[in-house]
């Protein structure tokens, strides 16, 4: 009879409702760490999935080239992940002719850059400082982008001095939601705003500014703005076959080895490995804010070992009937390692299910949308299973080895 | 034929010094289907010997052949299922547990056997009936009185139909109706077959039992027969006493029907260490100078 009973189970579901508060209490250190781990495993999910619709929205035949050298010998290591974020800076060591030398690369259909341009935007609000990008005229197809109001600006106009702004700038900058025909003044010049952006997801394309934030006009006219010294933030080329995305990405590469002698001081991604890079980057994060939370759960696990102690010790006359009425030593210690592997499995339980909570609240509240998934929940159950068997067994080992005369005549 | 067999049995707690003998080479036969009734003072070594013949303890030195196997040096899981399935225990403080209902305590023992639900729920409902506390069964042990309550423990003593019923003074804590009740239940379930050892401290109760048994600091000092129906003839002295009640009789209790047993038999052979041997000699010596 060393197989826990159905009995010891009913038995267990019972002595946690006998003691709800304490049970509760007891419980608290498990709910808090499997919430935690939960809820920061389903919000990484989520920006992954994020960052995958999007990659899959704007083409996979799409390369990148951005200024700067991806460290990459670091990749497994944790803190490595982090590295790569900060090596992508926006001190730029792209110039006009790389920008000409992708487009003219073999394989590449079509290509625009980005340049940025810093100075203060005036209104009729006011003055802001707003990052102004120059975006060439071919972006918005490039990278599948919606206009949410008006148009952008057509490559065929003679108005040089146009704008699309980024959905969050309008209200601030013109108080009003949809400002088109509004004017605003930079570098001396006065801009006409001609269309606003849908929202512009974040990855892959700016990985340090959100370009909701910014405003953007034509490449051209942000070129004549600074004499020509408008750093490019990056380059985007399209390929013109999925299946030669390699290849022109090797293309690419060599032709700006060639422009800068040699020197790798520039990146060239594809899709694939953008994503690669942003869920390296969340995967540390996710790393190590799972061994906080795994931290709370050990924290967890020994209030239960501790209130699972107590428990024994009060119920030490209940042991010694048990024990003069047939049970034996194994089937005491089934009946508190049950009980408090129930006890954290519950703990477990409540945790998931607050997890649902704050991953809803997280979605109304916040930009985020958490994802929970079935290993994830499979995980949590088990952790928290494994914790009770874990740290229930100590004291199921104590209660077993009671002896029934001393434990009969406890009071 | 005899179902206990115990020989020179001694248990002795502590060590050094600090030494105390609880059980002092007690031997022992009881037959089947007997009745025993022990008496004695408190800290005679009935609980002790209650405890080790229902295999709850291990005795220090000594042989017990139980149900004619050999039972004083087994591992606990036997010990365990021994007990559960040779042995049923009735408490004085009753001992149920008080999460359960009275159905559930009743059918625990089955529980520990391995019996499914709905078998040890049917068998422990009919032990219920027996005892007369069918209608009672969902009740929780702090909603019965306290005879009920005994009942209630009796029928869970008897749930796994154990050939020997250990009852340490079953009626400690019970009225006279109730104990009357209760008493007539160990009789019913006595002539059923069923050997009972009772420990009590009540004379009345010896009227139950068929052998009596005096205890004192660890032996046996008297053994006798006693016809069912009647008081035992010892303890009928002190019955005999204690009519003429005064309140220092009361304070007394037990300890004036151990006055009237002859004086414990010292021929019998002592364990006890040489050294501590002396000093009880010595001990008794100046008990007996003092007397004189």
């Keep these: 009879m060393t197989i826990p009973h159905r009995d010891d189970i009913s038995l267990a579901l019972r002595s946690i409702r006998y003691s709800k508060t304490r049970s509760l209490l007891t419980v608290l250190g498990i709910v808090i760490g499997i919430v935690s781990v939960v809820t920061i495993v389903s919000i990484a999910k989520g920006i992954e999935s994020q960052v995958t619709g999007q990659i899959n929205a704007s083409g996979k035949d799409i390369i990148l080239v951005k200024p700067g050298q991806v460290n990459k010998t670091s990749s497994k290591d944790i803190l490595g992940g982090l590295n790569q974020l900060s090596s992508l800076s926006s001190i730029s060591n792209l110039t006009q002719n790389d920008v000409n030398s992708v487009a003219s690369s073999k394989g590449v259909v079509s290509s625009a850059a980005l340049n940025i341009v810093s100075g203060q ?229 409540v945790g998931v299910i607050l997890s649902f909570i704050v991953d809803y609240i997280l979605i109304l509240t916040t930009t985020l949308s958490p994802k929970i998934d079935l290993p994830v929940l499979a995980i949590a159950f088990g952790v928290s299973f494994g914790i009770g068997i874990v740290f229930g067994s100590l004291p199921a080992f104590k209660a077993a080895r009671k002896d029934p005369i001393l434990a009969l005549r406890y009071e | 034929m005899s179902i206990i067999e115990l020989k020179d049995l001694s248990k002795i707690y502590g060590f050094g010094d600090a030494t105390t003998v609880a059980l002092e080479e007690v031997s022992l036969s009881i037959q089947e289907n007997e009745f025993v009734a022990f008496m004695g003072p408190s800290a005679s070594g009935k609980s002790t010997l209650m405890n080790i013949i229902g295999l709850l303890d291990r005795p220090t030195y000594g042989n017990y052949v139980l149900n004619k196997r050999i039972v004083d040096r087994i591992r606990s899981t036997r010990r365990a299922k021994i007990r559960r399935d040779t042995i049923g225990f009735v408490f004085q403080s009753f001992n149920l547990l008080p999460r359960l209902t009275v159905l559930e305590n009743v059918a625990l023992p089955l529980a520990y056997k391995g019996v499914s639900l709905k ?111 009647e008081v035992s003839t010892h303890a009928k002295k002190m019955v005999r006493k204690s009519t003429k009640k005064t309140f220092e009789d009361d304070l007394k209790g037990v300890s004036t029907l151990m006055d009237a047993i002859p004086q414990k038999n010292n021929n019998t052979k002592k364990y006890s260490p040489k050294k501590k041997s002396k000093k009880t000699t010595r001990k008794k010596k100046n008990y007996v100078k003092r007397k004189k």
Excluded: W
């Design chain 2, 119 to 229: 078998r040890r729920n049917k068998i422990a409902e009919n032990m219920l009936e027996r005892v007369g506390m069918a209608d009672k069964k969902y009740f929780y042990s702090n909603q019965l009185s306290s005879g009920q309550t005994q009942c209630v423990s009796i029928a869970r003593a008897l749930v796994n139909s154990p050939k020997i019923i250990i009852a340490d003074e079953p009626t400690g804590n019970l009225d006279s109706v109730s104990s009357r009740l209760v008493m007539e239940l160990f009789t019913e379930i006595n002539r059923t077959g069923s050997t009972i050892l009772l420990v009590t401290h009540n004379p009345e109760i010896t009227k139950y039992a068929s052998r009596v048994i005096y205890m004192h600091d660890g032996s046996i000092v008297l053994d006798e027969e006693s016809k069912v129906g």
């Design chain 1, 121 to 349: 935007v005036k209104s009729d609000n006011g003055k802001f400082s707003s990052v102004v990008v120059g975006a060439g005229n071919n972006f918005l197809s490039l990278v599948n982008q919606k206009i949410a109001y008006g148009e952008y600006f057509s490559p065929t106009s003679s108005d040089v001095y146009q704008a699309v702004i980024g959905a969050n700038l309008a209200y601030p900058i013109f108080g009003e939601k949809i400002p088109l025909g509004h004017s605003f003044i930079f570098h001396g010049k006065t801009f006409i705003v001609r269309g606003v952006f849908s929202n512009i997801q974040s990855a892959p394309f700016s990985v340090n500014t959100n370009f909701n934030n910014d405003i953007f006009i034509p490449y051209a006219t942000a070129e004549d703005l600074t004499n020509n010294t408008a750093p490019i933030y990056e380059i985007i080329a399209k390929s013109n076959d999925q299946a030669l995305v390699d290849q022109v990405q090797k293309n690419i590469n060599q032709n700006l080895l060639q422009l800068h002698g040699g020197l790798q001081d520039f990146t060239v991604l594809k899709q694939s490995q953008s994503l690669a890079l942003t869920t390296q980057v969340l995967n540390s994060i996710t790393y190590l804010i799972s061994i906080v939370a795994a931290i709370s759960l050990l924290v967890g696990g020994v209030g239960i070992m501790n209130i699972t102690l107590v428990s024994i010790t009060e119920r030490t006359k209940e042991i010694g009937i048990r024990k003069a009425i047939g049970a034996t030593n194994t089937q005491i210690l089934i009946q508190f390692l049950v009980e408090s592997s129930v006890l954290s499995l519950f703990g477990g339980i």
